[in-house]
């Protein structure tokens, strides 16, 4: 019979007081690992709310911050476009608006029909158009060779208002003289200095009163503009019809002695810097043929090579031929030279709807923009009609419409950051939550 205290029982005592610490220490253990872990999920959850500030006000800063309407720029690489305040980039996508289903050029309405522009101008928005090119006719705006015609400024500073409220940029694109009967006999007449001289007013003018007007794209300087080989006959400076329209146009009527594309540069030089006067800010191009390229065969007189560096950016009109969507593409490819390509004008004219789709897609990897045609008919409009042209019209709409929605399409990529950020947040401060395949 043991005493009490011996040393059997002290040690007893002993160790279970060791057990006892060992068990304590035991529990504190996870304890304080559970701790830890909290506060770094904690710190981890701080960190992506920061990164998710960070990354909306990156890209989304114009929705988020402020709906004032942003000038549109180059990017910094100089290879695409961008607004100002905004490094994700802005894809010019929309139409030609150059003449209504009747084939009336926007000025011959605008003044008594003010509200039909609207609700075309509208509808072209909800489309998902975010650019619209407008065609002003040289003889609407300039009634001598250097008088304006206020009116006509006047209107048109009230379709730059209309814009802004819309959110629709304009490619304004000037010196028009698609209706030949409208052309004045006094503009035919002038020399070629003379002519460059009204064509330059015309532009300052033009800048003068656009410059401040963040719904400016661009100002194209002519459409579809032309150096002659040789000598043509005097007053001939408008080339072939089409539909009744004259789209090309051109600016000498005598070669002479000097190089096609100098011309073609010097005449830029000259319009761009009437532009400059007054707006320093908005992107210059001119709407160029797709047989401007230096190659054999039939060729404007406006290398891109030789003019690019007057411009801001290049700009062509390219229709690909049925079974030609590859040859298309490699004339697309001679324009991109340093500076960005926009698609000025297409339409499945001379190919099916589902090559016209084809030659986008492909064209991603080269151009910039893309600019099809709007008539004021709208796609329900075009599929109660058995017309014809309404039918080739609704194939052009329905698919704008659907590329409106894809990855290229701007607004698309702040889109899908800002739902990928948010998902990352969310399944990272709710780790329970089943993830979905």
């Known amino acids: 019979m ?21 068990e304590a220490k035991s529990q504190t253990a996870p304890r304080f690992a559970a701790v830890v872990r909290r506060r770094a999920r904690t710190v981890r959850r701080r ?16 929705r988020a911050v402020s709906s004032e309407m942003r000038s549109v720029r180059l990017s910094k690489d100089g290879q695409a476009f961008a607004l100002d305040g905004q490094i994700s980039p802005f894809v010019p996508w929309g139409f030609n608006y150059d003449h209504d289903e009747q084939g009336r050029l926007l000025e011959d309405y605008w003044e008594g029909e003010w509200a039909k522009v609207e609700e075309d101008f509208r509808e072209m928005k909800e489309l998902g158009a975010n650019v619209v090119r407008i065609h002003l006719q040289f003889a609407r ?27 629709l940029y304009l490619d304004v694109t000037g010196l028009g003289c698609y209706h030949k009967k409208d052309v004045p006999v006094w503009y035919d007449e002038l020399s070629e200095k003379d002519r460059w001289d009204a064509q330059a007013r015309f532009w300052e003018v033009i800048a003068k009163r656009c410059a401040e007007s963040p719904a400016i794209f661009c100002y194209d300087l002519m459409n579809e ?8 006959k ?5 080339g072939p019809p089409f539909a009744g329209k004259y789209f090309v146009q051109f600016i000498t009527l005598d070669q002479a002695d000097r190089p096609r594309p100098t011309i073609a540069r010097q005449w830029i030089q000259h319009l761009a810097a009437a532009i400059r006067k007054h707006d320093t800010r908005h992107l210059i191009t001119v709407g160029l043929v797709s047989w401007s390229l230096d190659r054999p065969g039939l060729t404007s007189g406006f290398v891109p090579e030789e003019i690019v560096g007057e411009l801001d950016f290049l700009s062509v009109h390219l229709y690909p031929e049925k079974s030609e969507v590859e040859k298309a593409i490699s004339t697309l490819k001679g324009f991109a030279i340093g500076k960005p390509v926009v698609i000025e004008e297409m339409f499945p004219l001379k190919c099916s709807v589902s090559e016209l789709e084809r030659f986008v897609d492909e064209s991603r990897a080269v151009a910039a923009g893309w600019l099809g045609f709007y008539w004021g008919r709208t796609p329900d409009e075009c599929r109660q009609s058995k017309k014809l042209a309404d039918a080739l019209m609704l194939g052009w709409l329905e698919l704008f419409q659907k590329g409106a929605k894809t990855s290229a399409f701007p607004g698309r990529e702040e889109h899908q950051v800002f739902r990928f950020v948010t998902s990352v947040m969310y399944f990272r401060m709710n780790p329970l939550v089943e993830k979905p395949g």
């Open 141 to 167: 705006f300039m009634q001598k060779p250097d008088t304006p015609n206020d009116a006509a400024l006047d209107r048109l500073v009230r379709l730059t208002k209309l814009a802004e409220r819309l959110n």
């Open 234 to 238: 005097s007053g001939e400076w408008l």
């Open 2 to 22: 043991h005493q009490k205290g011996s040393t059997s029982d002290q040690c007893e005592c002993s160790g279970g007081s060791g057990a006892r610490d060992v």
């Open 47 to 62: 960190l992506l709310v920061l990164a998710l500030v960070c990354a909306l006000q990156q890209f989304l800063p114009l």
């Open 225 to 232: 503009p032309v150096v002659p080989g040789g000598r043509r």
